[in-house]
């Protein structure tokens, strides 16, 4: 029985890779099937009306709160300028300095990465920084790695992740907290030895004009012809990780919190409620594809916690699953690219199945799955030529996503390396 269910696992694997199936649907399918074949009834108790779907559906439904609240709050950064305004600061002090626009972008990217993740984080952040880095010199798959670096540095702070991590695996938040408090100074680093290293490595390439603006008037005319935010307004992504880091908050307040600091402080009170409303439903754009994703996710966990598919697959992955701290960090090492191009380790994929697994089968506690994981998502966040924030960097640089993968993948690859070694340290 655990076999099959492992040969329908593949077989989902290979529908999403080939693209016979959207990932969602593939995941929800792949949910009612290893159902059924762990011998769960249609309804009742751990069936696949009742359990799989009515119960699984709306599992994740924090984390798709929190996910619209990022979106929202991404939104708001961009119509008001307040991204803009932080990437356009940083070019002017940067000024011909490639090596200093390039760490300057990279740290706007990194604080943009904690409001809100993928696509929408890549542009606000790469529409001015992409074409600005690549003025000076920076070489255009450096400029677009750059980006995806510095959103990856952040993904260790970007509430949204906190919930889905933490509705995911059953942890409380505190828990997720800590351990992405431990990963951060491996993402950190990495990124920052991206910039140092790469754009040094390939010299200085003028390929791109880009004009930036400095006029000299008053700040106010400044800010109308260039859009630019308050100096107070551009303290916005910080508030939400204040409040849940520092105070401890809950991570929908603390999105929300954000989400009014931002209004209150860019905009007049005649404005805010169309403002508030247009953001709002713009946000619902953005968050649609991955609310529905974690839909598809909860019914997959569901079926795999069944008893009938945890009898059925704890012998296989107890046998294959390593316990030696040493062999575990090796192994785990070994299998990074596996959560590249949607496959089986990607936690918005199939690899959440596998996480439901090892933690419903007592295989791992789920503190080391939280870490394995965490580490996978920050490769797949930054290497994997299939998602979206990789595609559109790489599309605006004017290069290839593999291009990007090729360049990005030894960084991120020591990052899953540090996330594996504080693993095996604290959560074996």
């Known amino acids: 029985m655990g076999i099959l269910i492992l040969i329908i696992m593949a077989a989902g694997v290979a529908a ?24 769960a009834p249609v309804t009742g108790k751990n069936s696949v009306f009742d359990t799989v779907l009515q119960e699984g559906a709306p599992a994740l439904a924090a984390t798709m709160i929190a996910i619209l609240l990022g979106s929202w709050l991404g939104k708001l950064l961009d119509e008001t300028g307040i991204a803009g305004t932080l990437v356009r600061k940083i070019v002017e002090f940067g000024g011909d300095r490639p090596t200093v626009v390039a760490l300057g972008v990279l740290m706007v990217s990194t604080l943009i990465g ?7 984080a890549a542009m606000l952040a790469g529409i001015i920084g992409i074409p600005a880095m690549i003025a000076v010199g920076i070489p255009k798959v450096t400029a677009a ?10 993904m260790p702070f970007e509430l949204p992740v906190w ?45 791109w004009a880009f004009r930036t603006e400095t006029p000299r008037t008053k700040a ?4 109308a012809r260039l859009g630019d935010a308050p100096w107070y307004a551009l303290l916005t992504p910080a508030v939400p990780l204040a409040l849940a880091l520092g105070f ?27 403002r508030l409303l ?14 529905i994703l974690f839909v598809a996710i909860g019914i997959l966990l569901a079926a795999v916690k069944l008893p009938g598919a945890v009898d059925a697959l704890e012998p296989l992955v107890k046998a294959v699953s390593p316990q030696n701290p040493v062999l575990f960090v090796a192994v785990f090492t070994v299998l990074v690219p596996l959560c590249l191009y949607r496959g089986p380790l990607n936690v918005y994929g199939l690899g959440a199945g596998i996480a439901g697994v090892l933690i419903a089968a007592g295989i791992y506690p789920a503190a080391a799955v939280l870490g394995i994981t965490a580490s996978y998502n920050q490769v797949f966040g930054v290497a994997d030529p299939t998602s979206t924030q990789t595609v559109w960097s790489a599309q605006y640089a004017g290069v290839g996503p593999q291009q990007v993968m090729t360049r ?9 390396l540090g996330g594996f070694c504080v693993t095996a340290a604290t959560a074996l």
Do not use: C
């Not at 904690?114 to 696509?119: D, E, L, N, P």
């Not at 990005?408 to 899953?416: G, Q």
């Open 16 to 39: 999403i890779l080939t693209k016979k199936l959207p990932t969602a649907f593939a995941l929800v399918l792949l949910g009612v099937v290893i159902a059924l074949v762990s011998g």
């Open 114 to 120: 904690t409001v809100t993740g993928s696509a929408p």
């Open 145 to 154: 790695g750059t980006i995806l670096m510095g959103i990856a540095a952040g």
């Open 163 to 207: 919930q889905f991590f933490s509705s995911a695996l059953d942890l409380p938040v505190s828990e997720v907290r800590d351990f992405m408090i431990k990963l951060f100074p491996f993402a950190l680093f990495a990124a920052v030895m991206f910039v140092l290293v790469e754009s040094r490595r390939r010299g200085v390439e003028h390929a």
């Open 220 to 223: 106010g005319k400044r800010r």
């Open 248 to 274: 401890e908050i809950a991570i929908i307040p603390s999105l929300l919190a954000g989400v009014l600091y931002a209004l209150v402080t860019t905009t007049r009170p005649r404005d805010m409620n169309r």
């Open 278 to 291: 247009r953001t709002l439903y713009s946000g619902f754009d953005v968050a649609a594809a991955p609310i």
């Open 408 to 416: 990005t993948l030894p960084y991120v690859w020591f990052v899953a």
